[in-house]
């Protein structure tokens, strides 16, 4: 808070927190507006006489909150604030750079309602800020997502219906923990009663939401994210396992949760992860290529076949062109790949550790 914000610039800052945070206290908002208590009572009696209607409740759990029939004052944006709102968008929705987009329309409407020197930077912006399409974003309707986050919100059991990447469709009651946007798609972490474990299903396959079951408790302090990622690494349908030689702390900087569970050895000195795969290609070649630290792959099949590929299509991209040799007093040809670090000489031997390879 500024501390040369002016009475009237502090009235609409309390009217913010009290929209934003219903129930907030005296002491909450004088604390969030850097006044004391007395004057923090003073601008809701401000409000007040303004005829905004704000009521508040006595006791431990008491507060004010802002009743309804508000009429909202205008959008009141910095530069930062507006520049940064359409960068997100843009970021979050690339279709929100056309008009007609919904995404679009409604930031084009809010633009339209800041003032003449932040609305003309942020316009600018979105008009000349071009954004690629992400080919992986599979993005739900917005009433599927808006019925899953009031069940997560109220922890209400939902009766779903889900369409898997088959086209097998299913129903079951779950509880919904959380939505998870990961990578440009939402997933709806769970509690499955039919599997009596976790899920994670992706929403834009979730044919429908029925709401209104049994009141249930979601587990207190768990990072969703991370859970999520731990879920999206596990039963699938190849078993792998990835021994690194480095100690837990430096392998871990490089191991994305997706891949499995890292987990230390006795001697200290190296690190094995064990994890699952639908993709093995995928695996080898996107994911255990760009960790810059030796390893050995000793399962499954799957995975060993596929980091032979990437290690035997590698090597022969080394290889001189088809119909030229390395010119004389060239030397030993030399390569930027990641892999092999800057500058290494082509024929080093990168150790994939492929015992049994056919």
């Known amino acids: 808070m500024k501390a040369d914000l002016s009475p009237t610039g502090r009235a609409l800052r309390a009217l913010e927190l009290l929209q934003a945070q219903p129930g907030i ?3 909450q908002l004088a604390a969030q507006l850097d006044v004391t208590e007395r004057a923090a009572r003073r601008y809701v009696a401000i409000l007040r006489e303004a005829g905004i209607p704000i009521g ?5 759990y008491g507060g004010y909150r802002v009743g309804r029939g508000i009429r909202l004052p205008p959008l009141v944006f910095t530069a930062a604030e507006a520049l940064g709102l359409v960068m997100a968008v843009l970021d979050g ?10 995404v679009g329309a409604a930031l084009g409407k809010i633009i339209r309602a800041l003032p003449e020197n932040v609305g003309r930077q942020a316009a600018t912006m979105r008009r000349h800020a071009s954004a690629a399409p992400d080919r992986g974003a599979a993005r739900p309707g917005t009433e599927t997502t808006s019925a899953l986050v009031a069940a997560v919100a109220a922890q209400r059991q939902v009766s779903i219906g889900y369409r898997s990447e088959s086209g097998r469709q299913r129903e079951e009651d779950v509880d919904p923990w959380a939505v998870v946007v990961r990578h440009g798609r939402w997933y709806l972490l769970c509690h499955s009663h039919r599997a009596r474990a976790v899920r994670a299903y992706r929403i834009d396959r979730i ?7 049994e ?3 979601a587990p207190e302090n768990l990072d969703y994210v991370e859970l999520l990622e731990q879920h999206l690494g ?3 349908e190849f078993a792998t396992k990835v021994v690194f030689d480095a100690p837990y702390d430096e392998a871990a900087r490089h191991v994305r949760p997706p891949m499995g569970r890292l987990q230390r050895t006795g001697d200290g000195e190296r690190c094995v992860l064990i994890g699952t795969t639908s993709n093995p290609a995928m695996y080898a070649g996107e994911w255990l290529a760009a960790i810059p630290i030796r390893f050995h792959v000793e399962g499954g099949p799957e995975l060993r076949a596929a980091v032979a590929g990437v290690a035997e299509r590698l090597t022969a991209a080394l290889g001189a062109a088809p119909g030229r040799g390395v010119l004389a007093g060239e030397g030993p040809a030399r390569c930027d790949d990641p892999l092999m670090g800057s500058g290494e000489v082509a024929d080093q031997d990168f150790e994939m550790h492929d015992r049994g390879r056919r």
């Open 215 to 217: 009141q249930f408790r």
């Open 234 to 236: 596990a039963g699938w």
């Open 56 to 60: 508040s409740t006595r006791g431990p």
């Open 93 to 102: 929705s690339h279709a929100a750079a056309d008009a007609d987009d919904p």
């Open 25 to 27: 206290t005296a002491a």
């Open 207 to 213: 044919q429908s939401v029925a709401a209104g079951g």
